[in-house]
């Protein structure tokens, strides 16, 4: 066992201390990370979610934790505390356990849920899955390139583990933390969060703390450490067009029943301009950038060819001069469009609904409500009444243009200063470990349900990526690159380590 000299509170942990420290816990972490990622996590399968929870439960309470349930409307959050003998601050982590929804067809393994390890054949090659055995010492060759397929691999229950492998390297070690340690682990995040705001009001005492750490997300696309000390907020739109009341052939009725697909495609493109920005009035209001903020977003070393070559696009849409200015406005996407059937199930119909779903994504200078209200205006300028629900026969005689607005607010945007008590405390751990300063980005393009903390409890926060870019979140195949769950690992413990002025 390597022992350090003193509590850890006392003093860092220098890289190759670090290193061995992580070293010794890799077997254990990734057999706790295959066990894990078995276990199904859509948060629309409740009683899955049930055994994600009893899983984390059982890590946290092994590794010192009290824990306890907090109900909510839907899934309960689960909320562990650790107190450390003479500390005078305390640390909220926050833990993402759910994961998006999957389609297996689209999945190159059988079960989403079944994790596979698998390395590239070759040089730029495919990858090819390999015995899981080969993870556990003495591990051999390139292992650190070696990746993991599973849903949630790395949004975020590769987070998760790493934080509880941390853990683990510290009490290896015979040592704490400097602080008083709380986590809150969010079970229905890939949903919106829409039970948080209230559980978090609820338990505002219990919740307490000096700062939130976000435990979430991958760095910068250069792969160097990063912070983040802001994101955008969430606020999903669902449009439904109407047309003929079923779906009816396109022979018979074509150039006379309109078609809701057509009708919705005009509409969202009434939206943008040919460049990308949105063109509903007010809807970038409030955002200016003076000379200080300039300097923190061109700090950020974006290459843009790169990015370009990376995404497989010609140019960018042109809402900012770059990528780290695009994402400090509000964004209007439209993520996803139905109608009618395609491919193999492709009719000759005009289809009775056409149907959008929306992200308009929020920054802290916007005004949520008023940007709903914008895009609501819009639609009824370009013609249409807006239903609730499927439309009456008196509605469908009236009106020639019928849509359905559905709404709401998941949660705000938030920014933290990079002058703050956890921006100094984050960057002196980072700076220690890899000798110069991370990337530190104002605000990250992605949302996450941190405004709830900020707002109702008052403290500021910061998130430490610890995945790598390229990972599939969100979509089929998702992965961790190996060496980036080590690397997670070994920032976090650095985290942990790291005294708090």
Known sequence: MLMLAQPLGAQQIERPQLDALTEAQLDSAFRNFREYLSIPNDAHFPEDIRKVLDWMDAALTARGFETRELP?????????????EGAEKTVLVYLQSDGQPVDPTRWEQDDPYEPVLKAKSGSGGDFEEIPWDRLYSPR?????????????????????????????????????????????????EEMGSPNLPPAVEEHRDLL??????????????????????GARGIAPVTLTVFGPRVPVHS?????????????????LASMKDER??????GFYDGITFDSATEAILEAVPDDEAFIHDWLGIAEPDEVGRNLQEAVQYPSLNVRGILAGWVGDEVRTIIPATAVAEIDVR??????PEKL???????????????????PTDAERKANAKLLSFESEISYRAFRTEFDSVPGRWLTAAMTHVYGEAPIRIRTAGGSIPISPFVTTLGVPAVGVPSVNPDNNQHSPNENIRVGHFVEGIRVILAVLAQPID
């Open 251 to 267: 022979g018979h009725y074509g150039n006379y029943a309109p078609n809701p697909a057509l009708r919705l495609a005009e509409l």
């Open 72 to 84: 909510t409307e839907g899934s309960p959050l689960l909320f562990g505390e650790r107190k450390v």
């Open 276 to 281: 990308g920005r949105v063109t509903i009035p």
């Open 140 to 188: 051999e060759g390139n292992w650190r390139d070696w990746r993991i397929f599973a849903r949630s691999a790395s949004d975020s229950k590769g987070p998760n583990v790493q934080f509880l492998t941390a853990l683990d390297a510290m009490r290896a070690a015979g040592v704490e933390p400097a602080f008083h340690l709380k986590v809150i682990v969010d079970t229905e």
């Open 372 to 390: 709903l209200a914008s895009i609501r205006q819009h639609i009824v300028e370009q013609g249409y009444h807006l239903v609730d629900g499927e």
């Open 362 to 367: 929020l920054v802290v200078e916007s005004d």
């Open 208 to 229: 307490a703390a000096d700062m939130l750490l976000i435990l979430d997300g991958p760095p910068h696309i250069s792969g160097r450490p990063t912070l983040k000390f």
